[in-house]
């Protein structure tokens, strides 16, 4: 079972650069999250998709954007990176229906920008 | 909006010995689920616990117990036997049954001390 696959697993780039991490997901969620974790700290929420065709903002969006085009794709693009969003970032999938509500993540991606 | 509070950033515990960690919530819905997720080093976040709020009993995994106490939106995790692979960040999270996404807590770095 693949889960939560997410790439690339590292990625250095410099101030100005843009990016897309890719996230897909073989159990067919309806749910995807991307948040991001600064250093020691807790998960931020970036963005979400509750169905294809449907995202929304999460607490922390400046920056980024997404798309869903299908169920299993959530891409996150950095336009115009900047130091700031040195992170890691990861994605993540759930069901969210009352039998399965347990978020899958993937191994997340670690990007620095310098 | 939903919001999750851990009280604690960091704890300790000799091995063997048995720890609480603190989860604190705000929500107006009555239906949710509650989870303890585990960050060891590796990044990974591995789902350690989830309490469905309409079930009066405390879940139990082997070591891992919560306290789910509805009136006092308070869901605390209860690690007994303490084991060295028990060192890691504790995040609870949060997620109701409408379309809201899954919300964390910034986490409680636990260490376990030989």
């Known amino acids: 079972n693949a889960g939560v696959t997410q790439t690339p697993k590292f990625r250095i780039l410099k101030i100005g650069q843009s990016m897309t991490l890719q996230c897909a997901q073989d159990m067919n969620h309806n749910y995807m999250y991307w948040y991001r974790q600064d250093p020691g700290m807790g998960l931020k929420l970036i963005y979400y998709?509750?169905?294809?065709?449907?995202?929304d903002k999460g607490e922390v969006p400046n920056g980024y954007n997404v798309s869903r085009s299908t169920t299993e794709d959530f891409p996150l693009r950095l336009e115009l990176a900047a130091p700031s969003q040195t992170s890691v970032y990861f994605c993540?999938?759930?069901?969210?229906?009352?039998?399965?509500?347990?978020?899958?993540f993937g191994q997340g991606t670690r990007l620095t920008v310098v | 909006a939903q919001t999750v509070t851990q009280s604690q950033p960091e704890m300790s515990v000799q091995e063997a010995e048995t720890v609480t960690l603190s989860c604190t919530y705000d929500t107006s819905e009555n239906n949710y689920y509650l989870f303890w997720y585990k960050q060891p080093p590796s990044r990974q976040m591995i789902l350690v616990i989830r309490?469905?709020?309409?079930?009066?009993q405390n879940a139990t995994e082997n070591r891992f117990s919560v306290n789910f106490q509805k009136a006092a939106k308070s869901f605390s995790l209860k690690i007994s036997d303490s084991q060295l692979g028990d060192t890691a960040m504790y995040f609870c999270a949060f997620v109701d049954s409408g379309n809201t996404p899954l919300v964390f807590g910034k986490g409680t770095r636990l260490s376990v001390i030989a």
């Open positions: 998709s509750v169905g294809a065709g449907i995202t």
């Open positions: 309490q469905e709020a309409y079930k009066q």
């Open positions: 993540a999938s759930s069901a969210q229906d009352s039998l399965n509500t347990e978020a899958f």
